[in-house]
C-alpha cells in the first residue's frame, strides 16, 4: 500500500508569492490533516478536511488555506508568503481522524525569501 | 482545550542504556499514540494506548498510561543509533484536536 505523498519536496518563494502544496493520502484514508513545523513552535495544527468538507481549523490566518477533493486528495495554500512561513508542511491521512494512528507523509519544506 | 506535553525536552543516552520519556495531558482522552519523527521526515506512528488501558508493549518500546495523572510514559529498552529522533504524543477525546502534539523529547543514542 503506498503511504502518503506530499509534492513537492522542497520549494523556494519570495516573499509576497503565493503556494500551494499537495498531498494524496492512503487509498481509503477520508481524513487529511495538515501541520506546520518551526524550531520555535513545533508542529502545529493547521486545518483538518473530512469527506471534502473542513472539519476544524487551527489558529493561523486566512492566509492559510485548503481544499480536499472527492478522491480525498488534498491541497493547501498559502498567499502573500511571509518569511515566517518557511516550515516543514507535514500532511497525515487516517480513516478517520478519531481513534486512528495519523499515518504522515514526509513533508514539503518551504522556505520564503 | 488539551495538549500533549512532553518531558524532558531532550535526552542523551549511551547505546544499550534505557530510554524514558513522559506526556502530561490537560483533559480526559479516548486514546494517547506516540509517534517517532527523525530529522527532517515525516512523523512515524509507534504504539496506541486506549484509555482503559494501563500498559502495552511492542519489541522494544513500553508504554504506560495514567489517566488518574492523565499522564503516560514511554520506555525504549536496550536503545539503538537508529533510535535517535524526536518522540511526540498525541491525544484524542474531545472533539478539539487543534493542539494535539506536544513540543516533543528529542533523544540522542550516542555510539
Known amino acids: 500500500k503506498a503511504g502518503v505523498t506530499q509534492t513537492p519536496r522542497y520549494l523556494i518563494k519570495t516573499r509576497g508569492q503565493q503556494v500551494t502544496l499537495s498531498c494524496s493520502p492512503i487509498?481509503?484514508?477520508?481524513?487529511v490533516s495538515w501541520y506546520q513545523q518551526t524550531p520555535g513552535q513545533g508542529l502545529q495544527f493547521l486545518f483538518e478536511y473530512f469527506s471534502e468538507t473542513q472539519r476544524n481549523k487551527g489558529n493561523f490566518p486566512g492566509r492559510f488555506s485548503g481544499r480536499q477533493f472527492s478522491n480525498s486528495r488534498s491541497e493547501m495554500n498559502v498567499s502573500t508568503l511571509e518569511l515566517g512561513d518557511s516550515a516543514l508542511y507535514l500532511c497525515?491521512?487516517?480513516?478517520?481522524?478519531?481513534?486512528?494512528?495519523?499515518?504522515f507523509g514526509n513533508g514539503t519544506r518551504l522556505t520564503v525569501t | 482545550s488539551q495538549q500533549g506535553e512532553e518531558d524532558p525536552q531532550a535526552l542523551s543516552i549511551q547505546e544499550g542504556e534505557n530510554a524514558t520519556m513522559n506526556c502530561s495531558y490537560k483533559t480526559s482522552i479516548n486514546n494517547l499514540q506516540w509517534y517517532r519523527q527523525n530529522s527532517g521526515r515525516g512523523l512515524v506512528h509507534l504504539i496506541l494506548i486506549r484509555s482503559n488501558e494501563r500498559e502495552k508493549h511492542s519489541g522494544r518500546l513500553r508504554v504506560t498510561l495514567d489517566t488518574s495523572k492523565k499522564s503516560s510514559s514511554l520506555l525504549i529498552t536496550a536503545s539503538r543509533a537508529a533510535d535517535t529522533a524526536s518522540y511526540f504524543c498525541?491525544?484524542?477525546?474531545?472533539?478539539?484536536?487543534?493542539?494535539?502534539f506536544g513540543a516533543g523529547t528529542t533523544v540522542t543514542v550516542r555510539a
Open positions: 487509498s481509503g484514508h477520508r481524513s
Open positions: 497525515a491521512s487516517s480513516f478517520s481522524r478519531e481513534n486512528s494512528p495519523l499515518h
Open positions: 498525541d491525544t484524542d477525546g474531545s472533539n478539539d484536536y487543534k493542539l494535539s
